[in-house]
């Protein structure tokens, strides 16, 4: 039994009201009790200068990536070239002996830079061979998403069997980390296999994840069946006319993913009006994941958050991997979405890298309410007399120190 246990901050942020001066958090056996602006009788751990904030949850990664110190590719590149370099390296690795070693070791620096970030909360995408070992050593919570990836009709009952044993095997995980699966994107699945896990998260409750709409290459593939995507698949030996031979859409395959227990589309930085709008329908079990730094890289349009948000949808922040990003800090990306779109709420935003990516992996006990976990993230605030909390939060020199 751990007992009361209180933390002091210059501010508390709650999700769920405004920010309180002097906040204090209070906790029972790990559990929340509640939280004010006043001290208990017993010890009170004073975190100073600080805010306490629900914790950080980084929706999308891939911690294969981990070990790369700049990111693959040039900025700017199109989303096809910069695969076949991506593709190239996993080629590469794939004949070594100590690859599943490597793969760890990735793993393991990827979950401990996340830590050291103060995300607590994490959507992982795990692309075969890889090793449940490092989360075992590691305090995050969050999805472990299988990737499906292959189109080759032989090829689709042995990856729904693959996702079944998944989910198996994430029943041994404990209430804090759940198995998910991942129908990578529409042009390395093919929609029956997108249909057919969405109809297994149906059944199962578990989450599912889908890389849409992140590219135009992926729009000209789906309602035209050539482009730079079908040139790339030609090359990889992995072209199928047949599952482009009639015209379909990121709509389409939104469709699916309103079927599952609860859908995140990732990126999705090429929704149109209209998916824009189905999303939001269908709010209570689909989230879109946004991925700031790694937009930029790309050097896409501009993201349609604000279309997005006035869509009622609930938007989660990730840092994708470092493939594509210099490293795993989920407050740049915050910072990042504070200065590209200054009209979004503030408290907003802050839900956009906590609640909303908790509710997303189906985790719900991590708003500071009383019962939930007392896991939360800590960040160091400048010393100014600023009047507006928000303002101190959002400030260029918060850092998050746990």
């Given amino acids: 039994m751990i007992g009361l246990q209180s933390w002091k901050a210059r501010y508390l942020f709650p999700p769920d009201g405004p920010p309180v001066k002097d906040g204090v958090l209070h906790a029972v056996d790990g559990k929340v009790c509640g939280w004010d602006a006043s001290a208990p009788g017993g010890d009170v751990i004073d975190l100073g200068n600080a805010a306490i904030v629900a914790p950080l949850v980084n929706a999308h990664t891939h911690l294969e990536f981990s070990d790369l110190d700049v990111p693959i590719g040039t900025p700017g590149e199109p989303l096809p070239a910069w695969i076949r370099k991506v593709v190239a390296q996993r080629r590469a690795a794939a004949d070594r002996q100590d690859l599943p070693v490597l793969r760890e070791q990735a793993l393991a620096r990827g979950l401990a830079e996340s830590s050291a970030a103060g995300v607590r909360l994490l959507g992982e995408i795990a692309t075969a061979p890889w090793s449940y070992s490092p989360w075992q050593a590691a305090d995050a919570a969050g ?6 990836l292959g189109m080759a009709p032989q ?41 057919a896990v969405c109809q297994l998260s149906a059944e199962s409750g578990c989450p599912v994840a889908m890389h849409l709409a992140e590219s135009p290459e992926e729009l000209r593939l789906l309602s035209h069946g050539d482009g730079p995507f079908r040139d790339m698949l030609v090359e990889l030996g992995a072209w199928r006319p047949d599952v482009f031979s009639s015209a379909l859409r990121p709509l389409d395959y939104l469709r699916w993913l309103s079927r599952a227990e609860r859908a995140l589309v990732i990126h999705g930085n090429f929704l149109d009006a209209e998916e824009i709008a189905w999303i939001g329908r269908h709010r209570s079990r689909m989230t879109v994941v946004f991925c700031p730094r790694t937009h930029t890289f790309f050097q896409h349009r501009r993201y349609p958050l604000p279309e997005m948000l006035a869509a009622g949808i609930p938007v989660a922040l990730g840092t994708d991997s470092r493939a594509s990003n210099p490293d795993l800090q989920l407050w740049s990306e915050v910072q990042q979405v504070r200065r590209l779109y200054p ?3 503030a408290a907003m935003i802050l839900q956009m890298a906590t609640v909303n990516g908790a509710a997303a992996c ?41």
Avoid: C, K
């Avoid at 009383?370 to 160091?380: E, H, M, P, Q, S």
């Fill in 155 to 195: 090829r689709q009952e042995v990856l729904l069997q693959a996702a079944r044993e998944h989910l198996q095997a994430g029943l041994a995980w404990g209430p804090s980390r759940r198995a998910g699966l991942s129908p990578h994107a529409p042009y390395t699945v093919t929609p029956e296999l997108t249909a």
């Fill in 362 to 402: 189906g985790l719900f006990g991590y708003r500071l309410n009383v019962g939930d976990a007392a896991d939360f993230t800590i960040l160091d605030l400048p010393n100014d007399d600023a009047q507006d909390p928000f303002a101190l939060l959002f400030d260029p020199r918060t850092s998050v120190r746990g």
């Fill in 343 to 345: 009209e979004v709420p």
């Fill in 143 to 148: 999805v472990i998403f299988y990737e499906l």
